[in-house]
T-cell receptor, first 112, second 111 residues
């Protein structure tokens, strides 16, 4: 357990509103990731971070932005939510040994 | 072509049998491979990882890696109904700090 918490765990929002999901870790891991999981698509990488203020895009980054102003927090923002962003969002952390991946509990987002 | 490919299943095996789950990858720069189990509505949980060619055993689970064939597999011996879940294969490429997942294989262990 890497002490990962995601918030909120469940959210319903309206189309066009901004939404921010938070991933918080307590063990000083360097690499953090945001994935979304949809039926038939598996886990797809949205953005990832390899340090404070160091982020990069994944395969499905359009419509999402991220920020990492401190080691423990990695924020995912949907600037203007759309129904296609209804999904389960998982934060993941690569253990510092490089051989263990920890997942948060997931954030269920519904855009209506 | 997806970077990590898995058969979506479902793969159905009787209780007590060996379940064989397969995964292929396209990036030869991939360094480590992970197998995860995911129950419906839950987050993925790590079963094991492998980074060297050959077999790695942990209890009822054996991971196999063949880098020449770009192939990773997971064997589950003495399958139990509680093993019924979706199994995710993932590759890690250190130079790009990328974790790439397959779409998962759904396993059903029948009584």
């Amino acid at each position: 357990d890497a002490g990962i918490t995601q918030s909120p765990r469940h959210k319903v929002t309206e189309t066009g509103t901004p939404v921010t999901l938070r991933c918080h870790q307590t063990e000083n891991h360097r690499y953090m990731y945001w994935y979304r999981q949809d039926p038939g698509h598996g886990l797809r990488l949205i953005h990832y971070s390899y340090g404070v203020k160091d982020t990069d895009k994944g395969e499905v980054s359009d419509g999402y932005s991220v920020s990492r102003s401190k080691t423990e927090d990695f924020l995912l923002t949907l600037e203007s939510a759309t129904s296609s962003q209804t999904s389960v969002y998982f934060c993941a952390i690569l253990g510092n040994s490089g051989n263990t991946i920890y997942f948060g509990e997931g954030s269920w987002l519904t855009v209506v | 072509q997806k970077e990590v490919e898995q058969n979506s299943g479902p793969l159905s095996v009787p209780e007590g049998a060996i379940a064989s789950l397969n995964c292929t990858y396209s990036d030869r720069g991939s360094q480590s491979f992970f197998w995860y189990r995911q129950y419906s509505g839950k987050s993925p949980e790590l079963i094991m990882f492998i980074y060297s060619n050959g077999d790695k055993e942990d209890g009822r689970f054996t991971a196999q890696l063949n880098k020449a064939s770009q192939y990773v597999s997971l064997l589950i011996r003495d399958s139990q109904p509680s093993d019924s879940a979706t199994y995710l294969c993932a590759s890690y490429t250190g130079t790009a700090s990328k974790l790439t997942f397959g779409t998962g294989t759904r396993l059903q262990v029948t009584l």
